[in-house]
């Protein structure tokens, strides 16, 4: 069974800071992998998607990258802003099918 | 992309009763799906929502305690039942479009059990 970690599971920066979000992944046979971001009482926006074939992707300050043969996927925010701050979610889609596997999510908090 | 509603936002429900939620999209999509994500928990799938066909359950779900309907392309349902404290948990439809990959979120119904 695909298990998917995120590390940290809680990080507070300042305003302005770059920061990477970490997300791992114990089975490389992967269909794609998505990074969600969840804020209080709404739900999932999703953010970047990687296609399995893909090495990264990027929107905005946002930036994915996808390393498959390590079972990695790392998320960069560029100049951390106070409206960043959310819960970040990594969600594993398998071959298999069209089920996500999710980790338990980074939540970030970027203060003024 | 897709624009996912949910009803209701939000319930607290005595032990033993039942509750069913809807989840309505505002085009047509081919796979539908329903999670829990327990408090302070990730994610899970309970089920694939297929239309005009029995839902195919995850392990560790049963039809009996949370059946699913989808009578057409646009909406479904799933019924929590018989609810215990444990049912506490905030409940999330999605949808993948034919092709795209991005699965779209509902906003989540957030289910309290007393």
């Known amino acids: 069974k695909q298990e998917v970690t995120q590390i940290p599971a809680a990080l507070s920066v300042p305003e302005g800071e770059n920061l990477v979000l970490n997300c791992s992944f114990t089975?490389?046979?992967?269909?794609?992998l998505q990074w969600f971001r969840q804020d209080p009482g709404k739900g999932l926006t999703s953010l970047l998607l990687?296609?399995?074939?893909?090495r990264e992707q990027t929107s905005g300050r946002l930036n994915a990258s996808l390393d498959k043969s390590s079972g990695r996927s790392t998320l960069y925010i560029a100049a951390s802003q106070p409206g960043d701050s959310a819960t970040y979610l990594c969600a594993v889609g398998s071959n298999s099918g069209y089920a996500l596997n999710f980790g338990k999510g980074t939540s970030l908090l970027v203060t003024p | 992309s897709a624009v996912i509603s949910q009803k209701p936002s939000r319930d607290i429900c005595q032990r033993g009763t039942s509750l069913t939620i809807q989840c309505q999209v505002d085009s047509q999509v081919t796979m539908m799906f329903w999670y829990r994500q327990q408090p302070g928990q990730s994610l899970t799938l309970i089920a694939t929502a297929n239309q005009g066909s029995e839902a195919t359950y995850e392990s560790g779900f049963v039809i009996d305690k949370f059946p699913i309907s989808r009578p057409n392309l646009t909406f479904s349902t799933l019924t929590v039942s018989n609810m215990s404290p444990e049912d506490s948990s905030i409940y999330l439809c999605?949808?993948?479009?034919?092709?795209?990959?991005?699965?779209?979120f509902g906003p989540g119904t957030r289910l309290l059990v007393l």
């Open positions: 999605s949808v993948e479009t034919q092709g795209a990959g991005t699965q779209y």
């Open positions: 089975d490389s046979a992967i269909y794609n």
């Open positions: 990687i296609q399995s074939s893909q």
